[in-house]
C-alpha cells in the first residue's frame, strides 16, 4: 500500500507539473513583439515626454517585456496589450491617424488625460481613435484635444467610460454608444443645447456636464426607468424650470445643480428621488423660489440639503412628518426667508451643520421653545440677520464648535454662550457690543475669536493664565480698547489689534508671546518707542503690519529678513529713522514704509525678491537714484516711490542696455504695457518730456507724475488710456495746449493740470465738462470753461499722433521709455495686493478686507492731498 501511494503522489505531481493549461495560467504571457514595437515607437515619433525620472514612460526598454512596465497591463493569455495610462505624465505633441498608438487595436483602458496635446485637432480627418474598436474606457480629459465630437465615434461601440475636452455641439451619432455608462464633458466649450440623445442612453449611470457651456432647457424630459445614478450640471447656463419628470430618476444618489439658471418653484416630484444623498442647489444668480416642499427634508437617504442663494421665502407650515434621520447637512443662507424660524426645523436632530445666514430672520434665536437642542449640531451660521437678543440659557448645543453670528444686531454678549462648553471658534464681529470683554469667554478650548468691530472698551479681569488656553487666532480690530496691549498667549497664530487706542510700548519680550504666529497686527493704535529686536525671533510670522503708530528709532537690521516664510512688512505711518534694512526675505510679496523718515538709498538686495508685488517707499526722504533694478522684478504690481528725492544719473549706462536687450521684444512689450494699472511718482526730481509710449499703457487707472520738473507738452496719446481714472500732472513746467482728444476719457473722474506753463482753450465735453476750475489755475494762458476767461477763437482737436517705435535718446535727458519698459507685471493703484490669509470659512479675510480697504482709503486721500 505504501508503494501504491507514493506511485499515486509522482503520478500526479508530475501530471500536474507538465499540464499545459496549467502552465499557462500560471506564468502571464510576455508581450508581442509587435506590441512592444509600437509602444517604443509612439514614445519616439513626433511627440514629446519628459526626461524626469517622474515620467512612466522612463521604464519603457526594449529588450524588456513590455507588460511590465509602467502605465501599461496585458491579456496574460494572448500578451496583447489592453491597457495604456499616461494621465499626468507632462506628455506634448500631435497625434495623427497614422500613430502608432493606433496599432494597439486590443486596446480597452486609454488614459491620456491632464497632458497638453495643444496642437490636436479632435475633429480632423485624420482622427485615429474610432480604430481602437474594443476601446471601453476612453479618458482625454484636460489634455488639450479640441474640436466637435467626431461622426466617427459612433464606431466605439463598446465604450463605457468616456471624459474628453471639446468644443462645438454633441453630434446626434452618439447615440449609437449603446453601451455608455459614464459620460463626462466637464470644463469645455460646447456651446450648445443639450441634445436629447443624453437623456435617451438608457445605459447612463453618470452624467457630468459640469462648465461646459451648454445651455437652454434640461432636458425636455427624463425618461422613467432611468440607471442614472449621478447627475451634474454645475456652472452651466440652463434655464427654466426644473422638469417634473426629473422624478424618474428614482436610482439617482447624487444631484448637482448648483451655479444655474434654474428659475420656479422646486419640482414635487423630487419627493420620489428616495435614493438621494447630495442635492446641492447652491444657485447664486439663480431664481428658485416658493415655498420648499416637506419631500426634501423626508429622504431617507438625504445627507446634504443645499438651498442657499436662491429666493426662497417659506418653509413649509409646520406639521406632522417624519424627518431624514441622515440629513446632516442644511444650507439655508442668502435667500429672503424672514420672521421667526419655522419650527419645523426643532425636529431636525440628526443636523451636524445649519446656515441660516442673510436673510431676514427677526425672532428670538430660541424660538420660544425652552431646551431647544440640537444634540448633533458642530457648526451654526446665524449671520446678517435681524435676531432679538435674549438672555435665555435654554438652548442646549452640547457639541457646537463654530458658531458665527456676524452682523446680528447684538448689544451684548449673548449669555447662552456660557455653556458652550465644546466652542472652538466664535465670530461675533460687526455688531453693537459695549462694554468689557467677559473673562468667561476664555474658554480652554477655544482656539478662534473674532470680536472685531464693536464698542469693547477693555478685558474684564482677573485674565485667565495664558498657559492654559489653545487659543490660535484673536481678532479685536477696530474697537475702542485702551491701555496697554492686552495678555499675549504663545500658542497664537493669528492676532490682530489694530484700530483701537492702545499707548504702550510693544513689550520687550514680544518675540517669545510670538512663536507659532504667522499674523501680528497692531496697526492704527498709538503706540511709542523702539520696535524690540526680540519681534526677529517670531520666526513664523507671514504677515507682520506695526503702521501708523508713533513708533521711533531705527528700523532693527534684523527685520528685513528676520522669517523664511514673511510675505508681508507693514512699517509705514509711524516715525522712522536711519535707512531700511540691507537684507530682505526673498518670500516677500509686500513692502510697505511709507510715511516715515528714512534716508538712504533703496537697498540692492531687493532685487532677490522675484515674488514681490507692492513696493511702497513713498513720503521718505529717500535720496537715491531711480532704481531701474526694479524692472528686474516680475511680479512686480504696486511701486510707490512718492515725496522722495529720487533724480537721475548723469550715467545713462544701466537704462541703455536694458532698453537694446529690449529691443524687438515687441511681444512681451505689449504683455507687459498692457498690466500696468497705476504710476505714483509725484514729488520728486524728475526731468524730461512726458514719452510719448506711455499711451501704450492700455489699462492705466492712475497716473500721478504731479509735482517733479516735467517740461514739454502732454502727449496727445494719453487719449487711448480709456480705463483712466485720475490723471494728476500738475507742479511741472509743462506747456503747448490740453489735446483735445482725453475728451475720449469717459472715465476720468480726477484731473489735476494746474501750476504748469498750458496754454489755448481747454478740451469741452464729456468728463471735461465736470472738473472744477482749481485743476487749471496757475496757467495764464488757459482759456474757456470752467475759467472765467473766454477763449477768442475756438480751435479744432488735434488729430490723433501716430505712436512712434522705441528709439535710444542720445539727448541726455532721462529717458522715461525705459523707466516704463522696466516693470514686469506693472502697477496697482493703492494697496490692492491685501493680506492672502484665511481663517475657518473666511470671517478673518472679511477683516483684513476691510483692513485693507483703510489702506487704500488713506493712500488716496494722500494722493489727492
Known amino acids: 500500500m505504501k508503494l501504491f501511494h507514493f506511485l499515486l503522489f509522482i503520478f500526479l505531481f508530475f501530471s500536474f507539473v507538465f499540464s499545459p493549461s496549467s502552465s499557462q495560467a500560471s506564468l502571464p504571457h510576455q508581450c508581442l513583439d509587435n506590441q512592444t514595437l509600437a509602444l517604443l515607437r509612439f514614445k519616439n515619433e513626433s511627440f514629446s515626454f519628459p526626461s524626469s525620472s517622474s515620467s512612466k514612460s522612463e521604464s519603457w526598454k526594449p529588450d524588456t517585456d513590455c507588460c511590465s512596465w509602467e502605465g501599461i497591463k496585458c491579456d496574460n493569455t494572448t500578451g496583447h496589450v489592453i491597457s495604456l495610462d499616461l494621465s499626468w505624465d507632462q506628455l506634448v505633441g500631435d497625434i495623427d491617424s497614422n500613430s502608432s498608438l493606433f496599432k494597439l487595436h486590443s486596446l480597452m483602458r486609454l488614459n491620456l488625460s491632464h497632458n497638453s496635446f495643444h496642437f490636436f485637432n479632435f475633429n480632423s480627418e485624420l482622427f485615429g481613435f474610432p480604430q481602437l474598436v474594443n476601446l471601453k474606457h476612453l479618458d482625454l480629459a484636460n489634455s488639450g484635444f479640441s474640436g466637435q465630437v467626431p461622426l466617427q465615434m459612433s464606431r466605439l461601440t463598446k465604450l463605457v467610460l468616456w471624459d474628453c475636452s471639446l468644443s462645438g455641439p454633441i453630434d446626434s451619432s452618439i447615440s449609437n454608444l449603446h453601451l455608455l455608462s459614464e459620460l463626462v464633458l466637464s470644463n469645455n466649450n460646447l456651446s450648445s443645447e443639450v441634445p436629447d440623445v443624453l437623456t435617451n442612453l438608457s445605459s447612463l449611470v453618470l452624467i457630468q456636464l459640469s462648465s461646459c457651456g451648454l445651455h437652454g432647457e434640461f432636458p425636455g424630459e427624463f425618461p422613467q426607468q432611468s440607471a442614472l445614478r449621478e447627475l451634474s450640471l454645475s456652472c452651466t447656463k440652463f434655464h427654466g424650470k426644473l422638469p417634473e419628470s426629473i422624478g424618474n430618476l428614482e436610482f439617482l444618489t447624487n444631484l448637482y445643480l448648483d451655479n444655474c439658471n434654474f428659475s420656479g418653484t422646486l419640482p414635487n416630484s423630487i419627493g420620489n428621488l428616495t435614493a438621494l444623498q447630495y442635492l446641492l442647489l447652491d444657485l447664486h444668480n439663480n431664481s428658485f423660489d416658493g415655498i420648499t416642499d416637506y419631500s426634501l427634508f423626508t429622504l431617507p ?3 446634504d440639503l443645499m438651498l442657499g442663494k436662491n429666493r ?119 455688531n453693537g457690543i459695549n462694554g468689557q470683554i467677559p473673562n468667561w469667554i476664555w474658554s480652554s478650548s477655544l482656539i478662534g475669536l473674532n470680536l472685531s468691530q464693536n464698542l469693547l472698551t477693555g478685558l474684564d479681569r482677573p485674565l485667565p493664565d495664558a498657559s492654559s488656553l489653545q487659543m490660535g487666532a484673536l481678532d479685536v480690530h477696530s474697537n475702542k480698547l485702551q491701555g496697554s496691549l492686552p495678555f499675549l498667549s504663545q500658542q497664537i497664530e493669528f492676532l490682530d489689534y489694530s484700530d483701537n487706542n492702545f499707548r504702550s510700548v510693544i513689550p520687550a519680550d514680544i518675540g517669545s508671546y510670538l512663536s507659532k504666529a504667522f499674523f ?73 514704509f511709507n510715511g516715515n523718515g528714512l ?71 505689449e504683455r507687459i504695457l498692457n498690466i500696468f494699472t497705476s504710476i505714483n511718482l509725484s514729488n520728486n526730481e524728475f526731468e524730461g518730456k512726458i514719452p510719448k509710449l506711455i499711451g501704450e499703457l492700455k489699462s492705466l487707472h ?164
Not at 525705459?818 to 506693472?826: A, E, I, K, W
Open 301 to 303: 437617504s438625504l445627507e
Open 599 to 669: 534716508e538712504g538709498n533703496v537697498p540692492r538686495s531687493l532685487s532677490t525678491c522675484k515674488g514681490l508685488e507692492v513696493l511702497d517707499l513713498g513720503d521718505n526722504q529717500i535720496h537715491d537714484t531711480f532704481p531701474f533694478w526694479l524692472g528686474n522684478l516680475p511680479q512686480l504690481q504696486v511701486l510707490v516711490l512718492r515725496s522722495n528725492k529720487f533724480y537721475v544719473s548723469a550715467s545713462y549706462s544701466y537704462y541703455i542696455t536694458v532698453k537694446q536687450k529690449m529691443k524687438g521684444e515687441n511681444t512681451t512689450l
Open 312 to 430: 426662497f421665502h417659506s418653509l413649509p407650515d409646520e406639521g406632522p412628518f417624519t424627518p431624514s434621520s441622515s440629513l446632516s447637512w442644511l444650507d439655508l443662507s442668502e435667500n429672503e426667508f424672514q420672521g421667526l424660524i419655522p419650527r419645523m426645523l426643532t425636529v431636525l436632530t440628526s443636523l451636524e451643520i445649519l446656515n441660516l445666514s442673510s436673510n431676514k430672520f427677526n425672532g428670538s434665536m430660541d424660538l420660544g421653545i425652552a431646551n431647544l437642542t440640537f444634540p448633533q449640531l458642530v457648526s451654526l451660521h446665524l449671520s446678517h440677520n435681524h435676531w432679538l437678543m435674549t438672555d435665555s440659557d435654554d438652548l442646549a448645543f452640547p457639541n457646537l464648535k463654530m458658531l458665527k453670528m456676524r452682523s446680528c444686531n447684538a448689544t451684548k454678549f449673548p449669555s447662552f454662550l456660557r455653556n458652550l462648553h465644546n466652542l472652538e471658534a466664535l465670530d461675533l464681529s460687526s
Open 520 to 592: 501680528f497686527s497692531v496697526s492704527g493704535n498709538d503706540l511709542i518707542g523702539k520696535i524690540p529686536t526680540s519681534i526677529c525671533s517670531a520666526r513664523n510670522l507671514q504677515v507682520l503690519d506695526l503702521s501708523d503708530n508713533q513708533l521711533n528709532g531705527t528700523i532693527p537690521t534684523c527685520l528685513g529678513n528676520f522669517s523664511s516664510e514673511l510675505l508681508v512688512l507693514n512699517l509705514g505711518g509711524n516715525n522712522l529713522q536711519g535707512t531700511m534694512p540691507s537684507s530682505f526675505a526673498e518670500t516677500l510679496s509686500t513692502l510697505v
Open 702 to 865: 492712475v497716473l500721478d507724475l504731479s509735482h517733479n520738473n516735467l517740461d514739454g507738452p502732454i502727449p496727445s496719446s494719453l487719449e487711448n488710456l480709456l480705463q483712466l481714472e485720475s490723471l494728476d500732472l500738475s507742479h511741472n513746467k509743462l506747456s503747448g495746449e490740453i489735446p483735445q482728444q482725453l475728451v475720449r476719457l469717459t472715465f476720468l473722474s480726477f484731473i489735476n493740470l494746474s501750476a504748469n506753463e498750458l496754454q489755448g482753450s481747454i478740451p469741452s465735453g464729456a468728463q471735461f465738462n465736470t472738473f472744477p476750475a482749481g485743476s487749471y489755475e496757475g496757467n495764464p494762458g488757459l482759456c474757456g470753461f470752467p475759467l472765467p476767461t473766454k477763449c477768442e477763437v475756438s480751435k479744432e482737436a488735434l488729430p490723433p499722433i501716430q505712436q512712434q517705435k522705441l528709439e535710444l535718446d542720445s539727448t541726455g535727458e532721462f529717458d522715461w521709455t525705459v523707466l516704463l519698459m522696466g516693470y514686469g507685471s506693472g502697477l496697482v493703484a493703492g494697496l490692492s495686493m491685501g493680506y492672502i490669509l484665511f481663517w475657518g470659512n473666511g470671517f478673518i479675510a472679511e477683516s483684513i478686507a476691510t483692513k485693507m480697504q483703510q489702506l487704500r482709503l488713506r493712500s488716496s486721500q494722500q494722493r489727492r492731498s
